[in-house]
């Protein structure tokens, strides 16, 4: 998760847009959209799938609408996989938009508004979001984005090429395809590391996680989740949403990845309360808590990232090296480090940053 390089939201009253950047920089709150007419614009240099927020006050929203601006300056409907109504803290996702569609776009005092200035007009990803009714104004806290290729930049890889120009639309690879080499470089990372510094979803809906039941706690399967939105009981019939408070239901430490339950509940089978001797209803029990929550290293605190961080940007410059078609783009003469060489040499000092960086557990 990172931070978006612009926030802004749109005022109609004023036909003017108000810079929350800073905001999100500095984590401080801001309201967002107050009246069916305003709009929020979301900018990024690079792709993204979708964002997560953290709400002081829930908002009462109906009829919001999320659309990306194409390359050819129109708002279209992005493919949501989540329907998030600012109404709590949660998330929202969707599907990434064709390439050929979705590009870098820079605003003007033209455009989206017709006299209202933007705060600057570099070219960036946008997306928005409006609502067609407002009943009251939700109050963000924290807001970061989920991008596309997450552990390094296609400027990075360029620099650590050494080429002559930055990857772009134009180039062989283009920006784009350096952001889906960077993207397999960080499934291979998590993969062999059995860690990630992406934001992770585990929902209720579509992938449960169950775990078992332990009147003092429990450990989920991955321990560095980053919120727990959600903990459900299964009583025998039907799930029962916990509350949240050490004088509640339960509550969280996320420092040690562990939720403590504050007190008892009578589950039968697994504690022989009724029907232990009964060949029906064992295991019953067995997996009964139900958790949404997201997980995942935070990139910004979290000590280890500058090495993923290297070891992505040189697995995807790599990848590129391999390709007679993107050699052009590299330096090269009769001093250098001949091509096979140098990926020989990549492949070896990856191989053993990610086997060390396996071995390292940090709590």
């Known amino acids: ?59 009462g929203y109906s009829g919001i609408s999320y659309s990306y601006l194409s390359r050819g300056s129109a708002w279209k409907g992005l493919q949501l996989v989540d ?65 596309y290729a997450s552990y390094t930049t296609p400027d990075k890889v360029a620099n650590f090429l050494q080429i002559k120009v930055k990857f772009d639309g134009t180039t062989k690879p283009t920006d784009l395809a350096v952001e889906d080499l960077i993207r397999r470089g960080e499934d291979l990372i998590d993969y062999r590391t059995k860690k990630s510094w992406r934001t992770n979803f585990i929902t209720e809906e579509t992938d449960p996680m169950l775990v078992d039941y332990n009147r003092y706690g429990v ?3 991955h321990r560095n989740f980053i919120k727990i939105y959600s903990i459900q009981l299964w009583t025998g019939s ?39 001797y009964y060949q029906y209803n064992m295991g019953e029990f067995k997996n009964s808590i139900k958790v949404d929550y997201i997980y995942g290293r935070d990139p910004e605190v979290d000590p280890e990232f500058y090495i993923v961080e290297d070891i992505t940007t040189k697995l995807a410059s790599r990848d590129i090296l391999q390709h007679h078609d993107y050699s052009m783009l590299v330096s090269s003469g009769s001093d250098r480090v001949s091509l096979e060489s140098k990926v020989r040499l990549l492949t070896e ?15």
């Not at 000092?349 to 709590?363: F, H, M, N, P």
């Open 83 to 147: 329907n998030y109504l600012f109404d709590k803290s949660k998330y929202q996702r969707w599907n990434l938009p064709k390439e050929i569609d979705w590009g870098r776009v820079g605003f003007s005092s033209a455009f989206p508004h017709a006299n209202a200035n933007p705060p600057d007009i570099n070219e960036r990803y946008w997306v928005k979001i409006s609502a067609s009714q407002v009943t009251s104004s939700a109050i963000v806290s924290k807001f970061r984005i989920f991008s």
């Open 238 to 276: 039907a799930w029962q949403t916990l509350v949240e408070g050490k004088n509640s239901d339960f509550f969280v430490n996320y420092d040690l990845g562990m939720i403590y339950f504050t007190r008892m509940f009578t589950l039968p089978v697994v504690y022989g309360i009724a029907g232990r």
């Open 1 to 59: 998760m990172q931070r978006p390089s612009a926030i802004w939201l749109y005022k109609s009253n004023t036909n003017s847009f108000q810079d929350l950047t800073q905001n999100i920089n500095n984590n401080s709150n801001f309201d967002f959209i107050s009246t069916s007419s305003d709009e929020i614009f979301i900018g990024s240099e690079n792709r993204f799938t979708g964002f997560y927020s953290d709400l002081v006050t829930g908002g």
């Open 349 to 363: 000092e990856t191989d053993q940053k990610i086997d060390s960086l396996a071995g390292i557990s940090l709590y």
């Open 219 to 221: 450990y989920l399967r």
